[in-house]
């Protein structure tokens, strides 16, 4: 069974840094696309930064200099940076990846647990 797990969430003063991880347990063939989206409270889930298999990224332009993305496809993992944090960046942060698991199969997205950051003023 494939399981996207993150860590690295919790409290963090305004200006701060912090760092999210986001590995993916299980047996896959392939994966694609990896990201982060967070969702804050009374809002829709919005997309903070990717990054495709090609090294290729993008981020919201909210978080543009201050979020950094990055993967290590050896250990299935993907990492978000997050410096000169804003209480705004206040959300549960979400791990995404489309993953295949077998060579015949087609691409699934798949989602983590999320973690709560919250930035205090």
């Known amino acids: 069974q494939v399981q996207l797990v993150e860590s690295g969430g919790g409290l963090v003063q305004a200006g701060g840094p912090m760092r999210l991880s986001c590995v993916v347990s299980?047996?896959?063939?392939?994966?694609?696309?990896m990201g982060w989206y967070r969702q804050a409270p009374g809002k829709q889930r919005e997309l903070v930064a990717t990054?495709?298999?090609?090294?290729?990224?993008n981020y919201a332009d909210s978080v543009k200099g201050r979020f950094t993305i990055s993967r290590d496809n050896v250990k299935s993992t993907v990492y978000l940076q997050m410096n000169s944090l804003k209480p705004e960046d206040t959300a549960v942060y979400y791990c995404?990846?489309?993953?295949?698991?077998?060579?015949?199969?087609?691409?699934?997205?798949?989602w983590g647990q999320g973690t709560q950051v919250t930035v205090s003023s």
């Open positions: 990054s495709t298999s090609d090294g290729s990224t």
């Open positions: 995404n990846a489309a993953i295949r698991r077998h060579l015949y199969t087609g691409w699934v997205d798949y």
């Open positions: 299980g047996r896959v063939f392939s994966i694609n696309a």
